[in-house]
C-alpha cells in the first residue's frame, strides 16, 4: 500500500510539474505578444542571474544625490532633498533591475566613483524650497562622449516628462550641475548625467506623492538610452586608490 501511495504522488507530482510549465509557457509567450518581453531582455536576465561572458547585461549606477554627506535642500517644515532622492533611486533601481540591468545605489562622494566603468551613470537631486515648478536635466561641461551624453540627456528629457507631466525648466541649470563632481571622477566611457526631478517648494506634492511616477519616468530614461547603444559595454566598476575630494556641497 505505501508504494502504491507513492506512486499516486509521483503522477501527481509530474501533473503538477507539466500545468506549471506550460502556465509559464503561455504567460511568455502572451508577454512576447504584448511586447512587455524581448529576447533581448531574456539575454539580459539571464546575464544577470548567471554572470555567463557573452550574455548582454546592462550596468547602471545612480547617485542618491546628498544621501551620505548631508541632507542638501530643506524645507521650513523639515521635508529633506536625500529623502526625496534616497526613495526615488531606490524604486527607479527596481525597475531597472527588472529589465536585467545590474544597479549600484551610490553615496554622494562614494568611493566607488573613482573610474567607474558602467553603461550609464545618473545622479538623482531636488531643487530648493521656492516657489517654482519643474524638472532639469544636464549633462558635464567637459566630456569626450558629448553624443552619447546628449543622448542619455534627451531620453530622461522626453521619459520623465512624460511620466510626471512636470515642465522642463532649463534656465535654472547651474555651474553646479554642469560641472557636477562625479563626471570628472569617473571613467571617460562612462555617460552621466544629473537630474533635478522638481523644486521642494512648487512640486512639494508630486515630489511626496508621486515618486512612483518619478522613479518611471527616469527609469524609462536610462532605458530609452541603453536600448540605443548597440550593446553592453561597461567593464566591471573598479575604485581607484586616491583619496576621496575634500567635501563640498552639492547642487541643491
Known amino acids: 500500500m505505501p508504494y ?7 503522477i501527481w507530482l509530474r501533473r503538477l510539474f507539466l500545468l506549471t ?5 503561455l504567460l511568455t509567450g502572451l508577454s512576447f505578444y504584448q511586447g512587455t518581453m524581448s529576447w533581448d531582455r531574456v539575454g539580459r536576465m539571464a546575464g544577470r542571474m548567471t554572470g555567463l561572458p557573452g550574455l548582454p547585461q546592462w550596468r547602471v ?7 551620505g554627506f548631508d541632507t542638501g535642500a530643506v524645507c521650513p517644515d523639515g521635508l529633506m532633498e536625500v529623502q526625496v532622492t534616497q526613495a526615488v533611486a531606490n524604486r527607479a533601481s527596481k525597475l531597472l533591475q527588472a529589465q536585467g540591468a545590474q ?3 551610490l553615496d554622494e562622494y562614494d568611493k566607488r566613483l573613482n573610474g567607474l566603468a558602467v553603461d550609464a551613470l545618473l545622479s538623482i537631486h531636488v ?3 521656492i516657489d517654482l515648478s519643474g ?3 544636464a549633462s558635464g561641461s567637459e566630456t569626450v562622449i558629448p553624443e552619447q551624453d546628449a543622448k542619455l540627456v534627451s531620453c530622461l528629457k522626453d521619459s520623465y ?5 512636470l515642465p522642463l525648466h532649463p534656465t535654472t541649470i547651474t555651474r553646479d550641475m554642469t560641472g557636477y563632481h562625479a563626471f570628472q571622477r569617473v571613467a571617460d566611457s562612462t555617460p552621466g548625467a544629473i537630474i533635478e526631478l522638481g523644486f521642494l517648494g512648487g512640486d512639494r506634492d508630486i515630489l511626496v506623492n508621486g515618486q512612483a511616477q518619478m522613479a ?3 527609469a524609462n530614461g536610462i532605458v530609452c538610452f541603453l536600448q540605443s547603444r548597440p550593446e553592453a559595454t561597461a567593464t566591471p566598476a573598479t575604485s581607484g586608490d586616491e583619496p576621496l575630494p575634500s567635501p563640498t556641497p552639492g547642487p541643491e
Not at 21 to 25: R, S
Not at 161 to 165: D, K, L, P
Open 4 to 10: 502504491r501511495r507513492l506512486y499516486i504522488l509521483q
Open 21 to 25: 510549465l506550460a502556465a509559464l509557457v
Open 61 to 67: 549606477a545612480i547617485i542618491a544625490g546628498h544621501r
Open 103 to 105: 544597479v549600484e545605489i
Open 127 to 129: 531643487d530648493s524650497c
Open 135 to 137: 524638472f532639469k536635466v
Open 161 to 165: 516628462a512624460a511620466a510626471t507631466e
Open 216 to 218: 518611471q519616468g527616469v
